[in-house]
């Protein structure tokens, strides 16, 4: 069972003291070429989970003193604990416990500190009411884990495409083992968030613990309590447009269902992709598209019964407000989180349809 306590890694000088650096890394494999002040450099030790490929240059360094760490070739930054949890597949409290299994000073001592620095950090509750500010700080302190990239992986999207929007992963709480998604309103306001479980149902149920609110007692979870799609309670994902703060719809807004179609659809070049986050458009939506300054309106939504039948309603919908709209009719293999480049444009070429609006007659 992997522990999800949660705990503070804003700042990790209450770890770093008890530990040998260069030991450190040297047990996890990482190459170092030298140490300038506070900072000790080499090869970046998860360049390949986030790239692919290994690191060529020793362009990655750790601060001695706080365990921060930064890639100048990614352009990333994130910590220790981060960095030793990815690598080794284990939550960040197991992360502390390997990293100190040598550390100076004792094990027992470090982990009594390591317990005075655990604290509530993350959303535990669905019912706690959504608080931008608090938000804003959780994930600034978060990261994109590696179930997560392997999530993204699935539909062939880049970790740095989801970061581009601020997308982490919280490493314990009610949210644990999800990808979160920020919302922005078109002023970039942080609204809400998208939280999508990175794990199959049969095994999120495993070992884990829900509460019972009629026995106010925690219980072990079925897949009866599984829900692909968390929201923070009061906030309702029909009022904002995904991706609409930055979307570039000079050349028309492409509609999608969820926020990987439309990081999906960004990553292939198509810069005009917002997301409803779900098979209807509302009227909210609508008008945060039209104050976009766009025209013309592509929709596509995944390819199996609900979504033609969503992609048809969206589309007649946007009909009344809008003078060009097209419906991109896909099969029901397809889906546009999964397509690349070269699928979307057949299918723009030979499965665009001009959607009209139809006349009522008294």
């Known amino acids: 069972m992997t522990d999800d306590r949660p705990i503070d890694l804003h700042d990790l000088c209450w770890l770093m003291r008890d530990v040998d650096p260069e030991a450190l890394l040297s047990r996890l494999g990482v190459k170092t070429t030298k140490l300038r002040g506070d900072e000790l450099w080499g090869f970046c030790p998860d360049h390949q989970l986030f ?21 100048l070739t990614e352009g990333r930054g994130s910590n220790i604990v981060r960095i030793v949890a990815r690598l080794k597949g ?3 409290y197991e992360a502390v416990q390997w990293i100190l299994d040598d550390a100076v000073g004792g094990f027992r001592s470090s982990l009594n500190r390591l317990s005075q620095a655990m604290n509530k950090f993350f959303p535990d509750d669905e019912i706690s009411s959504f608080d931008s500010e608090r ?3 959780q994930i600034n302190e978060a990261d994109l884990e590696a179930s997560s990239v392997s999530f993204l992986a699935e539909c062939n999207i880049r970790p740095e495409i989801a970061q581009r929007f601020g997308c982490v992963e919280f490493p314990a709480g009610y949210y644990a083992r999800r990808l979160i998604f920020p919302i922005r309103s078109l002023k970039e306001e942080l609204v809400g968030f998208v939280a999508t479980s990175v794990e199959k149902k ?14 106010g007692v925690l219980r072990k979870a079925t897949e009866d309590d599984f829900k692909k799609v968390l929201y923070p309670k009061g906030f309702s994902v029909s009022s904002y447009l995904i991706g609409g703060h930055d979307a570039d719809v000079s050349k028309g807004a492409f509609v999608n269902e969820g926020t990987r179609d439309m990081m999906k659809l960004r990553q292939e070049g198509f810069i005009g992709s917002v997301a409803v986050g779900g098979s209807s458009i509302s009227e909210s939506q609508i008008e945060q ?19 033609q039948r969503a992609t048809q309603s969206i589309a007649e919908k946007c009909c009344v407000f809008f003078p060009e709209v097209y419906a991109v009719r896909l099969n029901k293999t397809q889906d546009p ?22 006349r009522k007659f008294a």
């Open 202 to 215: 049969e095994d999120w149920a495993k070992d884990r613990l829900v509460p019972d609110r009629d026995l």
């Open 337 to 358: 989180k999964k397509m690349m480049k070269g699928e979307f444009l057949h299918v723009l070429k030979n499965n665009l349809e001009r959607v009209k609006m139809k």
């Open 90 to 92: 284990i939550s960040p």
């Open 289 to 307: 598209i039209a104050s976009l300054g766009t025209k013309r309106i592509i929709v596509m939504m995944d390819g199996d019964p609900a979504g």
């Open 135 to 137: 938000f804003q700080k």
């Open 51 to 71: 790239t692919g490929h290994e690191p060529s240059h020793d362009k990655w360094s750790m601060n001695t003193v706080n365990g921060k760490t930064k890639c």
